[in-house]
T-cell receptor
Framework: QKEVEQDPGPLSVPEGAIVSLNCTYS??????FMWYRQYSRKGPELLMY????GNKEDGRFTAQVDKSSKYISLFIRDSQPSDSATYLC????????????FGTGTSLTVIP | GAVVSQHPSRVICKSGTSVKIECRSL??????MFWYRQFPKKSLMLMAT?????????EQGVEKDKFLINHASLTLSTLTVTSAHPEDSSFYIC???????????FGPGTRLTVL
């Protein structure tokens, strides 16, 4: 079983839609949860960073972590064509220098 | 803040040559840097973890004599692909862990094409 599972998509939505991206994981030791956005041929860009369970909101983006279910989500409200990218979830046990475990990424296209 | 650069952004070389890729943290000190490889439409594959002043830790299946990593300072790590072959063609991305924090900041990546 992979450490982190993520539906690769592709996901295609109309502009303005609410997008829900999800990851599940198997290691209960994970404490830090991240979402990265990667445009084609570019390095990943950190979008959201959360510690333990709960919600975190930043503009149109909301990250949710449910440690009891080992399930994390990223919601994008009022999606824009510029949100079209691959979204990668990542998680780690903690401590500086710890390895990050990445999902395979979900390809999102927002259609104008 | 937290900017990571990579150089070169793209390199094309002949089979058998060696290629060096630099990863720099521009505005922070990075105690740990990570090197990843990414194939088209695939996720990041961790190759190695490097800590400043010590030997890199390679992931299983990654040849340390093939992929030489040097982390000489808190702002610079280099990856040298020795005797490159076409199967080494890939997108190589580094990330840096800001000192004292558990966040990884990624460079823009280097696209290597071996002819």
């Amino acid at each position: 079983q992979k450490e982190v599972e993520q539906d690769p998509g592709p996901l295609s939505v109309p502009e303005g839609a609410i997008v829900s991206l999800n990851c599940t994981y198997s290691n209960s030791a994970f404490q830090y949860f991240m979402w990265y956005r990667q445009y084609s041929r570019k390095g990943p860009e950190l979008l959201m960073y959360t510690y333990s369970s709960g919600n975190k909101e930043d503009g149109r983006f909301t990250a949710q972590v449910d440690k009891s279910s080992k399930y994390i989500s990223l919601f994008i409200r009022d999606s824009q064509p510029s949100d079209s990218a691959t979204y990668l979830c990542a998680m780690s046990r903690g401590n500086t220098g710890n390895q990050f475990y990445f999902g395979t990424g979900t390809s999102l296209t927002v259609i104008p | 803040g937290a900017v990571v650069s990579q150089h070169p952004s793209r390199v094309i070389c002949k089979s058998g040559t060696s290629v060096k890729i630099e990863c720099r943290s521009l505005d922070f000190q990075a105690t740990t840097m990570f090197w990843y490889r990414q194939f088209p439409k695939k996720s990041l594959m961790l190759m190695a973890t490097s800590n400043e002043g010590s030997k890199a830790t390679y992931e299983q299946g990654v040849e340390k004599d093939k992929f030489l990593i040097n982390h000489a300072s808190l702002t610079l790590s280099t990856l040298t692909v020795t005797s490159a072959h076409p199967e080494d063609s890939s997108f190589y991305i580094c990330s840096a862990n800001r000192q004292g924090l558990n966040e990884q900041f990624f460079g823009p990546g280097t696209r290597l094409t071996v002819l």
